[in-house]
C-alpha cells in the first residue's frame, strides 16, 4: 500500500500536479512532451523516490531526484512502453523526454518527504480532463 500520492491533472498543454504530506503540500502547474505522453491511469502508477541514472540534477550536478513510474509505463498513442517515466524537475515541455516535469523547488520538496527512498511507496494518478 502506497504511503504518498501525487495527483496529475492534465489540460491541454500543462496541468496541475498536487502532494500532501504532513505539513508538505505541493499544488504546481507541470508539463510533458505531448509527441510521447503516457496514458492516463486513475488507478494510479506504484512509483519509488530515486534517482536519474541518464539525467543531472540542474544544481548539484549529481544524478537528478526524480519520482520513477516503475516498468511498462504505456504512452497514450500505440503500445509502445517505456521503463525510463520519471516526475523530475523542468522549467517546460522541452524539459521532458515522455515524462512529468514540474519546478525543481515543488519536486525537491516531495522528493525530500518520500521516505524511505527506492520503495514502491508512492502511487501517482493521472487523469486527462481536457
Not at 36 to 45: A, C, F, H, L, T
Not at 60 to 70: M, V
Amino acid at each position: 500500500m502506497a504511503t504518498f500520492e501525487i495527483i496529475v491533472r492534465r489540460r491541454g498543454k500543462k496541468g496541475l500536479l498536487t502532494f500532501s504530506h504532513g505539513d508538505i503540500a505541493v499544488s504546481t502547474t507541470c508539463w510533458w512532451d505531448p509527441q510521447v505522453k503516457i496514458e492516463p491511469n486513475s488507478d494510479g502508477y506504484v512509483a519509488y523516490a530515486t534517482r536519474m541514472h541518464t539525467k543531472k540534477d540542474s544544481v548539484t550536478g549529481d544524478k537528478r531526484p526524480g519520482i520513477w513510474l516503475g516498468k511498462d509505463v504505456k504512452y497514450a498513442r500505440g503500445t509502445k512502453k517505456s521503463n525510463a517515466i520519471f516526475i523530475h524537475e523542468g522549467k517546460n515541455a522541452a524539459w521532458s523526454d515522455g515524462c512529468i516535469v514540474a519546478v525543481r523547488a515543488d519536486v525537491m520538496r516531495m522528493w525530500n518527504a518520500i521516505t524511505p527512498k527506492g520503495q514502491p511507496n508512492v502511487l501517482v494518478k493521472v487523469f486527462d480532463d481536457g
